[in-house]
């Protein structure tokens, strides 16, 4: 999976992808964002913003930035923001090499984008050094099993996964070893708990 494959993918499912992935993705962003805690005159980093659902969540006086790979995800987006462009910015970035500072942000989570980039550990290296020292990282995913008819499933579709843009084999733990994060507390989220909220401590 690389770089443009990503794009391709989310360039189709843009339009589409509210209706697809709006509810059934929704108890994990509110959880994501209720753990963060945020106060006002936080700054907060949401990796992959997509179309911005998330966006509606964050407590007032906390600017939050949005960055995505997709220009077309971003569109849709910036149609929701109805007046919260005083405190939510958007840009078009890669998750794998941020424009930003190091120790720019307070918060910074990622949703639902671990197992879209090509390299979830660049992408990880780079959340960490724009968090500053002793903020909190937050990371919701899905996590491949190691057993059962899902995990059957999981090996059978991931051939094919490249081309609607995730991979469907990615087990929690060899991503929590090749991503050295100081993890607080993990959380299963949404239907039948099969996704994971990631809550950890920028070192």
Same mark, same amino acid.
């Given at each position: 999976?690389?770089?443009? &494959?990503?794009?391709d993918a989310y360039r189709r499912l843009s339009k589409q992808y509210d209706r697809f992935f709006? +509810? =059934?993705? /929704?108890?994990? +962003? +509110? %959880?994501?964002?209720?753990?963060?805690?945020?106060?006002?005159?936080?700054?907060? %980093?949401? =990796?992959? =913003?997509? &179309?911005g659902l998330s966006l509606t969540h964050y407590? /007032?006086? =906390?600017?939050? &930035?949005?960055?995505?790979?997709?220009?077309?995800? %971003?569109?849709?987006?910036?149609?929701r923001l109805n007046g919260q462009a005083d405190r939510v910015e958007l840009a078009l970035m890669d998750a794998q090499a941020l /424009?930003?500072?190091?120790?720019a942000f307070d918060k910074v989570v990622a949703m639902y984008v671990a197992s879209v980039v090509p390299e979830p550990q660049r992408m990880i290296a780079e959340m960490k050094r724009v968090c500053r020292p002793g903020g909190e990282l937050f990371i919701v995913n899905h996590?491949? +099993?190691?057993?059962?008819?899902?995990?059957?499933? /999981?090996? %059978?579709v991931s051939p094919v996964s490249k081309f609607v843009g995730f991979r469907s084999l990615f087990p929690l733990q060899s991503f929590l070893d090749a991503s050295d994060l100081d993890v607080i507390e993990t959380v299963p989220v949404n239907l039948f708990g099969y996704w994971t909220l990631i809550r950890a401590r920028n070192p």
């Amino acid at each position: 999976m690389d770089h443009q &494959t990503v794009a391709d993918a989310y360039r189709r499912l843009s339009k589409q992808y509210d209706r697809f992935f709006g +509810r =059934v993705f /929704e108890p994990g +962003r +509110r %959880l994501a964002v209720d753990k963060m805690g945020c106060r006002a005159g936080d700054r907060v %980093l949401e =990796v992959g =913003v997509g &179309t911005g659902l998330s966006l509606t969540h964050y407590p /007032e006086g =906390v600017h939050v &930035t949005g960055i995505d790979v997709s220009p077309h995800m %971003l569109d849709v987006a910036r149609a929701r923001l109805n007046g919260q462009a005083d405190r939510v910015e958007l840009a078009l970035m890669d998750a794998q090499a941020l /424009e930003y500072p190091d120790d720019a942000f307070d918060k910074v989570v990622a949703m639902y984008v671990a197992s879209v980039v090509p390299e979830p550990q660049r992408m990880i290296a780079e959340m960490k050094r724009v968090c500053r020292p002793g903020g909190e990282l937050f990371i919701v995913n899905h996590f491949s +099993r190691d057993k059962g008819a899902m995990a059957a499933l /999981e090996k %059978l579709v991931s051939p094919v996964s490249k081309f609607v843009g995730f991979r469907s084999l990615f087990p929690l733990q060899s991503f929590l070893d090749a991503s050295d994060l100081d993890v607080i507390e993990t959380v299963p989220v949404n239907l039948f708990g099969y996704w994971t909220l990631i809550r950890a401590r920028n070192p």
